[in-house]
């Protein structure tokens, strides 16, 4: 089994690490910490992506866009 925390450092607690041992019981794990990248930080990493989504805003700002209610986008989408 694995699992992800993606936490504030503020957020750990004797609580979280009774909730991996309650998860994880008698078993061996390896505890990685890493600083997370920002999600925009993240999207603008690559410069395939960082062209694309600069090219998505201009279409938004030259009212290029498509709007639909959450409604809408379910019907279509399923999610």
């Known amino acids: 089994m694995t699992t992800t925390y993606h936490l504030n450092v503020n957020e750990l607690s004797v609580e979280l690490l009774n909730s991996i041992k309650a998860a994880f019981k008698d078993k061996t794990v390896d505890i990685t910490v890493s ?30 866009g498509i709007t ?12």
């Open 35 to 64: 600083e997370s990248m920002d999600e925009t930080e993240y999207l603008l990493s690559s410069e395939a992506n960082k062209k694309m989504l600069e090219e998505s805003m201009q279409q938004i700002k030259d009212g290029k």
């Open 68 to 79: 639909f209610t959450l409604e809408e986008f379910q019907k279509k989408y399923g999610a």
